[in-house]
DNA sequence: CGTCCAGGTCTAC
DNA sequence: GGTAGACCTGGACGC
């Protein structure tokens, strides 16, 4: 029997949220445990869930500016349910106060539009998820990052109720500890991960093994720790450079810098009808929005998506 | 069939 | 500090 959860489309700052933007927010909900579905416009999810099974949920637009999680499987406790629906919440990162950044981009004809409710970049329900995702979109094609992926979540994620036999979804991502446990040949032989393979195990074991905590680099404000001090840690990371270090950060609500890479710079030029423009060109043309040239940089770039 | 390179990173100068 | 070269993999190309 699904069970149905409710919650409310507003901000932190009581801005309004494009739930159906918000999904399309960036590639990541291609990659499996999320599955994005066009026709329905909903977005199905497989989260863990603390003392519990993970389970599956799929959202959607529900009624009154609401917006409805379904719960796939058996029934959950109260307590499961508050967890689902926070984990829900959390993916969606309803918690962000966008209304400053909202402010700032009313008054910019290139930017006016994303005050409907752009601008929410869905995460991850753990920061080592984004992380490890992200360093298997490293120099290599779409195909081969989803490749990837899908082998972690396949063989190494926890089975939700109701999950299919077989195939990458319907599974939690793997935990650090189930990455640390698979040997080098799965990372060579199975996801196919290349020069990738290590980079990835010496993250999981670290996180694994509590000599590294990636959960705290998004709970700390940029008070705590600064822009500059998360991208240096960030950096420190086996497999992360920059593009990568921006790319985590922007799943981190740290929108200071700019994604760039191989479809971003295209992408930027093609935009400002432009054959090439230097990445300092770029950063000179975004540094007005301060702590959210990041954001507006990707806002612009994929405006056309919904 | 070989070469190139994709949502780059690392090491060695 | 800035810049070549190497690097797994496997589609997309050109020949």
């Known amino acids: 029997m699904a069970r149905q959860l409710e919650f409310p489309l507003r901000g932190a700052g009581g801005e309004p949220v494009d739930l159906w933007r918000t999904l399309n927010s960036h590639g990541f909900v ?7 579905q066009e026709q329905a416009r ?50 969606l990162r309803l918690d962000a106060d966008l209304s400053r950044f909202y402010e700032l981009a009313s008054g910019d004809p290139d930017l006016a539009w994303v005050t409907s409710g752009a601008g929410r970049m869905v995460r991850s329900p753990t920061v080592f998820e984004d992380v490890i995702k992200t360093i298997c979109t490293t120099n290599c094609t779409w195909s081969a990052t989803k490749r990837m992926v899908v082998a972690l979540v396949e063989h190494l994620g926890a089975p939700a109720p109701g999950a299919p036999r077989e195939g990458p979804y319907g599974r939690a991502f793997p935990t650090p500890q189930a990455m640390a446990e698979a040997g080098e040949g799965f990372y060579r032989e199975v996801a196919r991960a290349g020069y990738r393979g290590p980079h990835l195990l010496s993250v999981a074991r ?5 000599d590294l905590d990636l959960e705290v680099l998004g709970r700390a404000s940029p ?14 990371l086996p497999g992360v450079g920059p593009y990568a270090a921006a790319h985590v950060m922007l799943t981190l609500g740290r929108y200071s810098k700019l994604i760039l890479d191989s479809w971003t710079r295209p992408a930027y030029a093609r935009h400002v009808g432009r054959k090439a423009v230097s990445d300092a060109a ?10 959210y ?11 056309d998506w919904v």
């Open 30 to 36: 291609d990659l499996p445990p999320m599955l994005l």
């Open 42 to 91: 909903t977005l199905e999810i497989t989260i863990p869930i603390v003392g519990a099974r993970p389970r599956t949920v799929s959202v959607s637009n529900g009624n009154d500016g609401r917006g409805t999680v379904t719960v796939v499987g058996p029934t959950l406790s109260e307590r499961a349910a508050a967890r689902a629906l926070a984990g829900v919440e959390h993916v």
């Open 206 to 210: 670290s996180v694994a093994e509590g």
């Open 223 to 236: 008070e705590d720790l600064p822009d500059a001090e998360l991208e240096r840690q960030l950096l420190a």
């Open 282 to 291: 770029m950063a000179r043309r975004f540094k007005r929005y301060g702590s």
């Open 293 to 303: 040239a990041g954001l507006a940089f990707w806002l612009i770039l994929t405006r």
